[in-house]
């Protein structure tokens, strides 16, 4: 997992970790619109029901009180109050026959609706014939018949439709409506058909049947609505019962019943007094029924207001709340590429340009800000101690000048003292030639002498002075040699601050990687530090490997400083044993001039000592082999300390062409 978030920068993988989260939950807000758009829509399609259904109950109401006056009329034979009171009340069934048949719904099934008005609109078709039949009182079509027919398509339609209501309240209301509808068309039917039987005081046994059927038909309705509707109507349809003229109705009704053996000769009410009862009692049911109405339009208004709001609401909180997390998360992304950004640039800027005097940002309280504090601690350490270094090595090149020139004064020193070997060597090979002659010569063996007195007083001032050259020699190489040792001294301090520094990046390394253990604990939640903490591993990866390669430069410091030391030490050891044959040749230069100056003392003895002079010659002539062994060594000597010096110095040549490379200060 890790080396798929490392393929990708760190705010592109940051966009993709908090993204998801944020698509996801826009994708599930808007499932909760669509639901509740959904909604809202099943709750204009339940208004629509609630409102056709009210139509339809409003054309069987107002058709129920037309069949009744119609009864009255043709009872009375066209006579009497009802007769206007059935003409107005045929406007109302027009108009509400109007408003049913003209009603438009947006939300049902268009077939449906239609196929349901249309045989309401077939119904509706024979509606003035009958009313013309009644208006002659010559009816071939049962008016009573026609009405309930119509009223009971309406009441079925009703029905129907209310299978399309989707809200189980509403729902429950359309039962409880449906039920006291049946009851009032059952009670208008009853009331018409007793209205007749008490205008003619007679029955016949097929209507009493039909009457008997209404009453039980009208009860099975009631219990339906006892069982459907909710309690506050329950109590309605409780107190109606209570009134007087439900219970009048009930009583004449009873007692028809008794009358099932006298339908001849039925005796009761006047139908005028029994039609302004039964009417009453239909009032009643029709307050109920008006309550559950009103109860059914209010709830699926609602209904249908808090899904619109619901949806609404969802909508615009998703909306304001989606653009809050990407902007939230597009200001993130924007300071965490910035940060991260500027630190890398820094960084490629130090190690590409060798520039320590860049720093990091460190501004703010997170984890980057804090390893930019750090990464900045450690450049102002290394350039603290490079500074170091670069003062220690141009000391170093400075003594070494010294020491160069030094060493070649040293050569020239030997060249010149090898040449006056030479010379006496040549000379005291003449003297042992002819120190067979010295009897004869004695004058010329005494100038001779002199001149060897003058040559063996040079050569002993020649030897003074490089007596003095080589002990100055031998002083400056044990300063070098203590420069040498303290430049080493510092090498190694410098080696034991760059591990101090090595083991601070394996440390910070450590604890980048136990950020990624919890991270990796903390699961989702963690993936966000996951991935800081690698970049921070990264970090402190790059400065071990910055601190190997200053380990590595200075460990190549140190192996020079430590070759430089051990030539300075062997220069030293080179000076001593020059010193030490300066001071011998001196010795015998001196011990030649006694040697002389008792050749001159006791000349007029030369020739009484030949052998001993032959001798005492043999022994000066192997002494000045020997000096001039000395000198050539000693030149020797120093043409290599010369060599090793110059070579020492071209080294710390390029340490500091090395150091020079870094940029410590702006």
């Known amino acids: 997992m890790q080396s798929l978030f490392r393929r990708f920068p760190l705010y592109v993988t940051v966009t993709a970790i908090a993204g998801v989260p944020i698509v996801l939950a826009i994708i599930l807000a808007l499932t909760f619109v669509s639901h509740f758009n959904t909604k ?41 109050p009802q007769v206007a009171k059935l003409a107005e009340q045929r406007k109302k069934v027009d108009t509400h026959a109007s408003n049913l048949l003209g009603s438009q719904s947006l939300h049902i099934a268009p077939k449906l609706t239609q196929d349901l ?24 079509l049962s008016p009573f018949s026609y009405y309930s027919n119509i009223n009971q398509l309406a009441i079925d339609n009703a029905a129907l439709l209310l299978s399309q209501i989707s809200t189980p309240e509403v729902s429950r209301l359309g039962e409880s409506l449906i039920a006291v509808m049946t009851m009032k068309e059952r009670a208008g039917q009853v009331r018409g058909a007793l209205n007749g039987v008490f205008a003619r005081k007679s029955a016949t046994a097929g209507l009493y049947s039909n009457i008997q059927n209404y009453l039980e038909s009208g009860h099975y309705a ?44 039925v005796e009761g009410p006047q139908a005028s007094s029994w039609f302004a009862a039964a009417t009453s009692r239909i009032k009643l049911i029709n307050g109920v029924r008006n309550l559950i109405q009103q109860k059914m339009i209010t709830l699926s208004v609602s209904e249908q207001n808090e899904a619109t709001y619901n949806k609404y609401l969802t909508l615009t909180t998703t909306l304001i709340l989606s653009l809050a997390l990407i902007f939230s998360l ?21 190690s590409q340009n060798r520039d320590l005097s860049q720093s990091l940002d460190e501004s703010g309280k997170d984890e980057i800000s804090q390893i930019s504090t750090s990464v900045n601690q450690l450049t102002t350490n290394i350039r603290v101690l490079l500074g170091g270094v670069t003062d220690t ?29 030479a010379n006496i060597a040549a000379a005291m090979t003449q003297l042992t030639q002819s120190s067979t002659d010295i009897a004869g010569s004695a004058n010329s063996a005494s100038l001779e002498t002199e001149k060897m007195n003058q040559q063996v007083e040079q050569c002993l001032t020649q030897s003074e002075t490089s007596f003095d050259n080589v002990q100055s020699l031998s002083n400056q190489i044990d300063e070098t040699q203590q ?33 990624a253990i919890e991270s990796a604990r903390a699961g989702e939640h963690g993936r966000g530090f996951a991935v800081v903490s690698s970049e921070v591993r990264d970090l402190a990866q790059r400065s071990k490997e910055a601190t190997e390669d200053i380990s590595a430069l200075l460990d190549k410091i140190s192996t020079n400083t430590a070759r430089a030391v051990e030539n300075m030490r062997k220069s030293n050891d080179a000076s001593q044993h020059t010193f030490t044959s300066v001071n011998s040749v001196k010795d ?23 052998t001993e002079q032959s001798k005492a010659s043999e022994a000066v002539d192997q002494d000045i082999d020997n000096l001039n062994e000395i000198s050539d060594r000693t030149g020797s000597l120093a ?20 150091l020079g490379e870094f940029k410590l200060h702006t």
């Open 117 to 140: 008005i249309q045989n309401v609109r077939q119904q509706l078709g024979d509606l003035n014939e009958v009313r013309r039949q009644v208006d002659t009182l010559k009816p071939t």
């Open 330 to 350: 597009f200001i993130c992304v924007r300071m965490l590429r910035s940060t991260v950004g500027s630190a890398t640039k820094t960084l490629a800027i130090m």
């Open 483 to 515: 420069c040498m040792e303290e430049l080493e001294k510092d090498a190694q301090s410098v080696s034991s601050i760059v591990s101090t520094i090595g083991s601070i990046s394996e440390q910070t390394n450590l604890l980048a990687l136990n950020a």
């Open 222 to 265: 009631q219990r339906n609505a006892t069982l459907t509707m909710p309690s506050e109507f329950i109590n309605e349809l409780n107190k109606a019962e209570a009134n007087s003229a439900w219970q009048q109705v009930e009583d004449v009704q009873r007692d028809f019943l008794a009358q099932k053996n006298t339908l001849d000769r």
């Open 639 to 658: 043409s290599e300390m010369t060599n090793t010096v110059i070579s020492y110095q071209q080294e710390v040549d390029k340490v500091q062409s090395q």
């Open 40 to 80: 809202a829509n099943q709750t204009l399609q339940d208004s629509d029901v609630v409102t056709l259904i009210v139509l339809y109950d409003n054309l069987a109401h107002n058709l129920a009180v037309e069949r009744g006056l119609t009864a009255g009329v043709l009872g009375s034979k066209g006579k009497g």
């Open 588 to 610: 015998s230069v001196s011990q030649l001039e006694h040697v002389i100056e008792a050749v001159g003392e006791h000349i007029n003895s030369i020739a009484n000592a030949t």
């Open 393 to 421: 090595n141009a000391n170093s090149l400075e003594k070494l000048e010294s020491i160069v020139s030094g060493s070649q004064h040293l050569v020239r020193s030997s060249q010149e003292t090898s040449g006056k070997c």
